[in-house]
């Protein structure tokens, strides 16, 4: 019967044809109705019903009967009919119409009894194909007028399918159906399609308001988000047909917080136990991902950060309070049982009862960045910044710098220069060398944007300057007046001796601390108070043949960059050698630390003396080749426009 309710309009055309036929003459003022009843194998049918087993010559019985007295009186008025050209007994009803299919003929039968009552014979049809037929039954009341108002009887439409029986055993009709159902298996959600009568298709799901997915695998197997909160994955389910069943179900990830929190201090730090007021620091140095720059990740890339705080002062009663504040919008993954706003953009830890002495700890948090501030944005830096306060008070803060970018197939729209160079008239760039300070003021000039070239030497500025050419003289100079760079207290430079590790960590550690107070941002000072809050020279493990490396004079900005992953420092790598000559490959990791600058993904070096197995091969191409825009990958390497 498929195509039947595809001919449904036209069978509605046909209806309104025959009653227009059968009420030409009649008064619209006054309804009378009309009841009919058609019955088929013994069965009343309702207006709708679909016939089985029907056959050449079956009978359907049709009565129409009028339930008003004035109706059948007016039909028995002879002259009337006459006139009109009916010839029939005047009884009481007029007559039934009924017509097969839309091209059949209306076959208009009169009958003179109320009720009425006239018998259809199903046609010829051949076997197998599908009809149906339309019934319509009027009152003969045409012209009737009573007490000044026109009499109208209506009949009542009726139409019903059937097929012709082709001689075989009935069968019930097939139904196809597709049911969901849902289960878990460790961090991964199931569905499991069941079809009935067909064959299986696809799913499409999606979690929250992700975007769709489609799989043709049954069972559908999808990892839960690792949020904490409640997750909604809806699912739907297809055949080949297209038959679909929409399902969706609810999993909440629960987030199991430790009872006390223990203070995260790892093999190469000491902890303070100097402090003398409540103090906090916050860190990203998560050492479980094997990424180059730690301070660099992709929107939806899970971040690590940790946040210690500790009370060096007395006792404190009432309440503490720590505050992490982060720049964009955030998923949690996991927040040590902080409470998270999404439209401030925090996540609040509250001791209500306050902090007892030396009481310490760290929060573990893990969240995805899910936007950068503008849409039209590819990647930006942000600081997100730890508070802790007393009584609503803010008492520390301490920042970090991260780099985030939109995903791995976007371009970076900046373009990253060179600012390191071989040797003059040759091939090679002396990786392992040590970088004299001459150098080393080219290096700082070029990462700061200071214009040196047009620089005028007078030669009593330094009075060593002649040591060096003059491209390395008007460096100096230049970064000497705005303070980058300094001499020693006899007058000289000294050019060609080579800068420690501690001295340039130093000059690199006083331009964070600058640009933070140029863009006002709290908490990337060099501290030189209770020192690094929560640890406390955490340098000592870093010095080879020293005993008093507390002492030593770079240990703040040091530390500053240690916090800050712009040091190679690590559990396996505890030795920054702090008064050792920094190579010209070490300063090439640490300005791309500084620039949030990824060491090389793929890429040719032009220096015959660095080995692509060089260690630090990716950080040295970086640092050297030519203006290029890039993409960023996952795993913190970049990847220059022209690779490969």
Same mark, same amino acid.
């Given at each position: 019967?498929?195509?039947?309710?595809?001919?449904?309009?036209?069978?509605?055309?046909?209806?309104?044809?025959?009653?227009?036929?059968?009420?030409?003459?009649?008064?619209?003022?006054?309804?009378?109705?009309?009841?009919?009843?058609?019955?088929?194998?013994?069965?009343?049918?309702?207006?709708?019903?679909? *016939? /089985?087993?029907? &056959?050449? #010559?079956?009978?359907? %019985? +049709? $009565? =129409?009967?009028?339930?008003?007295?004035?109706?059948?009186?007016?039909?028995?008025?002879?002259?009337?009919?006459?006139?009109?050209?009916?010839?029939?007994?005047?009884?009481?009803?007029?007559?039934?119409?009924?017509?097969?299919?839309?091209?059949?003929?209306?076959?208009?039968?009169?009958?003179?009894?109320?009720?009425?009552?006239?018998?259809?014979?199903?046609?010829?049809?051949?076997?197998?194909?599908?009809?149906?037929?339309?019934?319509?039954?009027?009152?003969?009341?045409?012209?009737?007028?009573?007490?000044?108002?026109?009499?109208?009887?209506?009949?009542?439409?009726?139409?019903?399918?059937?097929?012709?029986?082709?001689?075989?055993?009935?069968?019930?009709?097939?139904?196809?159906?597709?049911? *969901? /159902?849902?289960? &878990?298996? #460790?961090?991964?959600? %199931? +569905? $499991? =399609?069941?079809?009935?009568?067909?064959?299986?298709?696809?799913?499409?799901?999606?979690?929250?308001?992700?975007?769709?997915?489609?799989?043709?695998?049954?069972?559908?197997?999808?990892?839960?988000?690792?949020?904490?909160?409640?997750?909604?994955?809806?699912?739907?389910?297809?055949?080949?047909?297209?038959?679909?069943?929409?399902?969706?179900?609810?999993?909440?990830?629960?987030?199991?917080?430790?009872?006390?929190?223990?203070?995260?201090?790892?093999?190469?730090?000491?902890?303070?136990?100097?402090?003398?007021?409540?103090?906090?620091?916050?860190?990203?140095?998560?050492?479980?991902?094997?990424?180059?720059?730690?301070?660099?990740?992709?929107?939806?890339?899970?971040?690590?950060?940790?946040?210690?705080?500790?009370?060096?002062?007395?006792?404190?009663?009432?309440? +503490?309070?720590?505050?992490?504040?982060?720049?964009?919008?955030?998923?949690?993954?996991?927040?040590?049982?902080?409470?998270?706003?999404?439209?401030?953009?925090?996540?609040?830890?509250?001791?209500?009862?306050?902090?007892?002495?030396?009481?310490?700890?760290?929060?573990?948090?893990?969240?995805?960045?899910?936007?950068?501030?503008?849409?039209?944005?590819?990647?930006?830096?942000?600081?997100?910044?730890?508070?802790?306060?007393?009584?609503?008070?803010?008492?520390?803060?301490?920042?970090?710098?991260?780099?985030?970018?939109?995903?791995?197939?976007?371009?970076?729209?900046?373009?990253?220069?060179?600012?390191?160079?071989?040797?003059?008239?040759?091939?090679?760039?002396?990786?392992?060398?040590?970088?004299?300070?001459?150098?080393?003021?080219?290096?700082?000039?070029?990462?700061?944007?200071?214009?040196?070239?047009?620089?005028?030497?007078?030669?009593?500025?330094?009075?060593?300057?002649?040591?060096?050419?003059?491209?390395?003289?008007?460096?100096?100079?230049?970064?000497?007046?705005?303070?980058?760079?300094?001499?020693?207290?006899?007058?000289?430079?000294?050019?060609?001796?080579?800068?420690?590790?501690?001295?340039?960590?130093?000059?690199?550690?006083?331009?964070?601390?600058?640009?933070?107070?140029?863009?006002?941002?709290?908490?990337?000072?060099?501290?030189?108070?209770?020192?690094?809050?929560?640890?406390?020279?955490?340098?000592?493990?870093?010095?080879?043949?020293?005993?008093?490396?507390?002492?030593?004079?770079?240990?703040?900005?040091?530390?500053?960059?240690?916090?800050?992953?712009?040091?190679?420092?690590?559990?396996?790598?505890?030795?920054?050698?702090?008064?050792?000559?920094?190579?010209?490959?070490?300063?090439?990791?640490?300005?791309?630390?500084?620039?949030?600058?990824?060491?090389?993904?793929?890429?040719?070096?032009?220096?015959?003396?660095?080995?692509?197995?060089?260690?630090?091969?990716?950080?040295?191409?970086?640092?050297?080749?030519?203006?290029?825009?890039?993409?960023?990958?996952?795993?913190?390497?970049?990847?220059?426009?022209?690779?490969?």
């Amino acid at each position: 019967m498929s195509n039947f309710k595809s001919k449904l309009l036209i069978v509605l055309v046909m209806l309104l044809a025959v009653l227009t036929v059968s009420t030409a003459f009649a008064a619209t003022k006054e309804n009378v109705n009309v009841k009919t009843t058609v019955t088929y194998n013994g069965k009343t049918l309702v207006n709708g019903d679909v *016939l /089985t087993g029907v &056959k050449a #010559g079956d009978k359907i %019985t +049709v $009565t =129409a009967s009028c339930s008003d007295s004035r109706a059948i009186a007016w039909s028995t008025n002879t002259n009337y009919l006459a006139e009109e050209g009916y010839t029939y007994n005047r009884e009481g009803m007029a007559f039934i119409s009924y017509l097969f299919d839309s091209t059949d003929k209306t076959q208009y039968i009169r009958n003179t009894k109320t009720p009425s009552s006239i018998t259809i014979t199903i046609p010829n049809f051949k076997a197998g194909t599908e009809h149906y037929v339309v019934i319509n039954a009027v009152a003969a009341c045409d012209g009737l007028v009573d007490n000044g108002k026109e009499i109208q009887a209506t009949s009542g439409t009726l139409a019903y399918y059937f097929t012709m029986d082709d001689g075989t055993t009935p069968v019930p009709p097939v139904t196809e159906t597709i049911t *969901l /159902t849902n289960g &878990k298996s #460790g961090n991964n959600a %199931t +569905v $499991t =399609a069941k079809v009935e009568n067909g064959t299986f298709k696809k799913f499409t799901y999606k979690w929250d308001n992700d975007k769709e997915k489609d799989v043709t695998t049954n069972p559908l197997v999808t990892a839960i988000p690792a949020e904490v909160g409640k997750h909604t994955l809806t699912v739907t389910g297809y055949t080949n047909n297209n038959v679909t069943s929409t399902k969706s179900w609810i999993y909440e990830i629960k987030e199991e917080v430790p009872e006390n929190d223990d203070l995260i201090v790892e093999d190469y730090m000491k902890e303070n136990k100097d402090l003398d007021s409540l103090a906090v620091s916050l860190r990203n140095d998560s050492d479980e991902y094997e990424k180059e720059n730690k301070n660099i990740y992709a929107l939806g890339e899970e971040v690590v950060y940790y946040v210690d705080y500790k009370n060096g002062g007395n006792d404190i009663k009432k309440e +503490v309070k720590i505050v992490l504040q982060l720049p964009l919008e955030f998923k949690a993954v996991s927040t040590y049982g902080g409470k998270v706003d999404s439209d401030k953009k925090t996540i609040t830890w509250t001791f209500e009862n306050g902090l007892e002495k030396d009481a310490a700890g760290t929060k573990v948090v893990k969240v995805k960045y899910t936007a950068l501030s503008r849409s039209s944005k590819k990647a930006e830096v942000v600081y997100p910044v730890a508070k802790i306060y007393n009584q609503n008070k803010e008492k520390d803060a301490s920042a970090v710098i991260n780099y985030i970018f939109k995903n791995e197939d976007t371009e970076i729209g900046d373009e990253h220069y060179p600012y390191m160079y071989g040797d003059k008239n040759k091939t090679t760039f002396r990786p392992d060398d040590g970088i004299s300070r001459a150098e080393g003021a080219l290096v700082l000039a070029r990462i700061f944007g200071i214009n040196y070239t047009g620089t005028t030497v007078v030669g009593d500025e330094y009075a060593d300057l002649a040591d060096t050419y003059i491209e390395a003289q008007r460096a100096i100079v230049a970064c000497s007046k705005i303070g980058i760079i300094n001499g020693y207290t006899d007058g000289t430079y000294r050019p060609n001796n080579k800068m420690t590790r501690a001295e340039f960590m130093k000059i690199i550690a006083s331009y964070v601390e600058v640009n933070a107070e140029d863009d006002d941002i709290d908490g990337l000072e060099v501290k030189t108070d209770n020192l690094i809050k929560v640890y406390k020279n955490p340098t000592n493990v870093y010095m080879t043949g020293s005993t008093t490396t507390s002492t030593h004079w770079a240990i703040n900005y040091v530390t500053l960059l240690c916090r800050l992953n712009m040091t190679s420092v690590s559990d396996s790598n505890k030795n920054l050698r702090l008064d050792d000559e920094i190579t010209r490959a070490e300063v090439a990791q640490l300005v791309n630390f500084y620039l949030l600058r990824a060491p090389a993904e793929s890429g040719k070096t032009q220096f015959s003396d660095v080995a692509k197995n060089h260690k630090l091969f990716a950080d040295i191409l970086e640092a050297t080749r030519p203006a290029h825009t890039y993409y960023l990958t996952s795993e913190g390497t970049e990847v220059a426009e022209y690779d490969d």
